[in-house]
């Protein structure tokens, strides 16, 4: 089974604080996405990269950046974090030339 | 970019009858069609998919259909049980690049099975 973690179930940050989300995949996964998830406006897509050190920005890349490092490790950051990017922060990956998205389990962050 | 218009937001059914939720996209170009169930506090996870060179598929309760020239595909569970109680999303590829380019979502929809 893939298994796709995230460092936080819950978080809660300040105005202005960097933050850094960060979700790990088992599988050897080529491909990993950050989205976000809100209610009444589905998922979204934030940057999502093919490769190591490899990056393209999604339909929502503004206020965030991300960095892979590591095959498996897919961090995204949030340089200064605002109450508008309180969210449900979800990872995915895909290994590559397949088309199932494997999802984590989520990470609820709330900026007060 | 695609488009992904999903609807109802909300479906109540009782338990044993068929739910039926249906979605339009824009970009012709789309060919992978996915819908995901997401239960309370879990991340989405993928229950049935769809690929361009194919107008029906099936497993088991649910089923999905694929209307290429009209642009829309629908999801439909047949004899629902309460276990199916969930939000669903349906979703279709951006680019012709597959799941490796991400994945446009639609806005989800609420189903409620009555007991």
């Known amino acids: 089974d893939v298994k796709v973690t995230q460092s936080s179930r819950y978080l809660v940050k300040r105005t202005g604080e960097k933050v850094f989300l960060e979700c790990v995949q088992d599988?050897?996964?080529?491909?990993m996405f950050w989205y976000r998830q809100d209610p009444g406006l589905g998922l979204r897509l934030i940057y999502f990269?093919?490769?190591?050190?490899?990056?393209e920005k999604g339909d929502i890349p503004e206020g965030y950046s991300v960095s892979r490092e590591k095959k498996e490790r897919f961090s995204l950051i949030l340089e200064s974090a605002s109450t508008n990017q309180t969210s449900m922060y979800l990872c995915?990956?895909?290994?590559?030339?397949?088309?199932?998205?494997?999802f984590g389990p989520g990470t609820r962050l709330t900026v007060t | 970019g695609e488009n992904v218009e999903q609807h109802p937001s909300t479906l109540s059914v009782q338990e044993g009858d068929s739910a039926v939720i249906k979605c339009t996209y824009s970009?012709?170009?789309?060919?992978?069609f996915p819908w995901y169930k997401q239960e309370l506090g879990k991340g989405p996870q993928l229950i049935i998919d769809i690929r361009s060179n194919v107008g029906e598929k099936k497993d088991q309760r649910i089923a999905v259909t694929l209307n290429k020239t009209a642009k829309h595909f629908s999801l439909h569970i047949t004899e629902t049980q309460p276990e199916d109680s969930a939000v669903y999303f349906c979703a279709a590829t951006p680019r012709a690049g597959g799941g490796a380019d991400g994945l446009t979502f639609g806005k989800g929809t609420h189903l409620i099975i009555q007991p």
């Open positions: 995915a990956t895909v290994a590559g030339g397949y088309y199932e998205q494997y």
């Open positions: 599988m050897d996964h080529e491909n």
């Open positions: 990269s093919y490769d190591v050190k490899m990056k």
């Open positions: 970009d012709s170009a789309s060919n992978y």
